[in-house]
């Protein structure tokens, strides 16, 4: 059993950078690929990107390519999501999970909310 619990999030002004963390308590991290979401108001929810279990980040959206970054420390059981020229439309809760499988999303962080005014 994996447990993430988030932090990190808030309010930022358009262009500013957010250090959204995901952190596993229980077992370990390893070995497991850790996606990111996002849900905005009144959209359905969306995959951001992601990180493999050996290390390669993936990112899906292409709206977030060059400003987003994701990255992970096994060691300390976390993975990060360092958000930067933050946009409006960026305003979201944003998810962290965590699946034995890419696409397998089995355990879910708490959600953060991210909201950037213009």
């Known amino acids: 059993q994996v447990q993430l619990v988030q932090s990190g999030g808030g309010l930022v002004p358009a262009g500013g950078s957010l250090l959204l963390s995901c952190a596993a308590s229980?077992?370990?991290?390893?070995?497991?690929?850790v996606g990111w979401f996002r849900q905005a108001p009144g959209k359905e929810r969306e995959f951001v990107g992601g990180?493999?279990?050996?290390?390669?980040?993936?990112y899906h959206l292409d709206s977030v390519k060059g400003r987003f970054t994701i990255a992970r420390d096994n060691a300390k059981k976390m993975v990060y999501l360092q958000m930067n020229s933050l946009k409006p439309e960026d305003t979201a809760v944003y998810s962290c999970s965590a699946g034995p499988a890419w696409g397998l999303w089995d355990y879910w962080g708490q959600g953060s909310q991210v909201t950037v005014s213009s």
């Open positions: 229980g077992r370990t991290l390893s070995g497991y690929h």
């Open positions: 990180i493999t279990a050996t290390g390669s980040p993936l």
